[in-house]
């Protein structure tokens, strides 16, 4: 994720993909972060942070749904076609 410059000590992301009984796939995309600035990071966490990795998460699954779909490489930034 180039670009993405926010004051972590540390970040974890784990993806899970597995068959779903409908014949679909299940993904679980967790993430673990742990912020600079003892409380005044956790709560830039809770305010901002949270905020924004919720719509990575987002622009990642939709990413991944898309090359699923078509088979198109999904690059920079999460859109189809871009290196």
Do not use: C
């Amino acid at each position: 994720m180039s670009g993405f410059s926010l004051p972590m000590l540390k970040l974890e992301a784990e993806f899970t993909i597995a068959p779903a009984a409908d014949g679909l796939t299940e993904t679980t995309f967790l993430i673990a972060y742990r912020m600079k600035y003892g409380l005044l990071g956790r709560l830039m966490g809770a305010v901002a942070v949270r905020r924004q990795l919720r719509q990575l998460t987002g622009k990642v699954l939709a990413g991944l749904n898309h090359h699923a779909a078509t088979g198109e490489i999904v690059g920079k930034d999460f859109v189809a076609g871009a290196s």
